[in-house]
């Protein structure tokens, strides 16, 4: 049924309109897009200048951070693509769907693409985040398949709750101490909103030659190595041996230079690291095990466990870029 108004054709259709306690039956409703009023919130977790961090809320939100994951990972850096990767330009894997995901967007810079409502801001950063209550639900954390994380799980038992981190990237021309700084609030934000305990994940070193690397794994694995408590090894199959130089051969200011910024990130604001790396051949990376408790973050960094923009500014030089 059409019906005529000023001129305009108005489609109609039944339907429900939700009300905040209960539905409204309507027989038809107008066919239109969805008042801006009636839109979820964005979770917003910081902003400096144009660029902010938030929670993805949406389908087209995970597609974009996915977007720029595939061109830092695939046309950038050395990771090779499947079929499907290669015809949608998407980084996507059965865990997406599972995990929040972060955005770091620039509001300076808006898309391009001809639409008759707010074109949106360009995503530039991203970060996937995965709680254990979901992955206890689901196939377990995406390192399980490098690491055996089950050892530590059943140590801690209930007593730590989880959050693993990964998927992190940022676009070549907004690597720098502001995106760092706006995607560590954005996760420390998240992570106290849901009482977590412990941050986990894999973090990499470019290629697949770990001896390329052999001062700066040398180095985590004699200064940097997991207490017992949070000892994480690499399954069997996998290990590569980190212990590749004597630590009285090792300048560690020099080790300290060579580390990758997120891991050097890591490693100043308390991280610990597992025994040994890990090859990762369809990403072109040598992977290494993080462990990050909050109590950690508390000795080394913080006096005491402050509101997310405090934690952002004594952070902001932890994670600077150099």
């Not at 008042?35 to 979770?43: A, E, M, S, Y």
């Not at 140590?155 to 709750?161: A, D, K, V």
Request: charged share 25%; aromatic share 10%.
């Amino acid at each position: 049924m059409n019906v005529k108004r000023r001129g305009l054709v108005a489609k109609l259709r039944p339907a429900v309109l939700p009300g905040p306690d209960r539905a409204l039956p309507l027989r038809y409703r107008l066919r239109r897009p969805p008042l801006t009023g009636f839109r979820r919130p964005p979770r917003v977790y910081g902003r400096i200048g144009d660029l902010e961090v938030r929670l993805a809320r949406s389908k087209s939100d995970i597609k974009r951070a996915q977007k720029l994951r595939y061109r830092v990972f695939y046309e950038e850096l050395a990771a090779i693509p499947d079929a499907l990767a290669q015809m949608s330009r998407r980084d996507e894997d059965s865990y997406d769907p599972l995990c929040d995901h972060l955005l770091v967007v620039d509001h300076g810079h808006v898309s391009k693409a001809r639409r008759p409502w707010p074109r949106k801001p360009r995503v530039v950063g991203t970060y996937r985040v995965l709680r254990q209550e979901v992955a206890d639900l689901n196939d377990g954390f995406y390192s399980q398949g490098e690491y055996n994380i089950a050892s530590l799980l059943e140590r801690r038992g209930r007593s730590c709750r989880f959050l693993e981190l990964g998927r992190s990237c940022v676009l070549a021309p907004y690597r720098n101490r502001r995106s760092l700084e706006l995607l560590w609030q954005g996760v420390w934000t998240y992570a106290r909103e849901h009482g977590t305990d412990v941050m986990i994940g894999c973090a990499s070193f470019e290629g697949t030659d770990p001896y390329q690397h052999a001062t700066a794994l040398s180095f985590l694995h004699h200064h940097a190595r997991a207490p017992e408590k949070w000892r994480v090894a690499a399954h069997d199959d996998r290990f590569v041996d980190m212990n590749m130089i004597p630590a009285s051969q090792i300048d560690p200011r020099a080790a300290i230079r060579s580390l990758p910024p997120l891991i050097k990130g890591y490693l100043r604001v308390g991280a610990y690291f597992g025994d040994g790396a890990v090859i990762d051949h369809q990403f072109g990376t040598t992977d290494v095990f993080v462990i990050l408790p909050v109590e950690a973050i508390g000795e080394r960094y913080l006096a005491h466990f402050g509101a997310a923009d405090e934690f952002s500014s004594q952070a902001s030089e932890a994670l600077r870029v150099n």
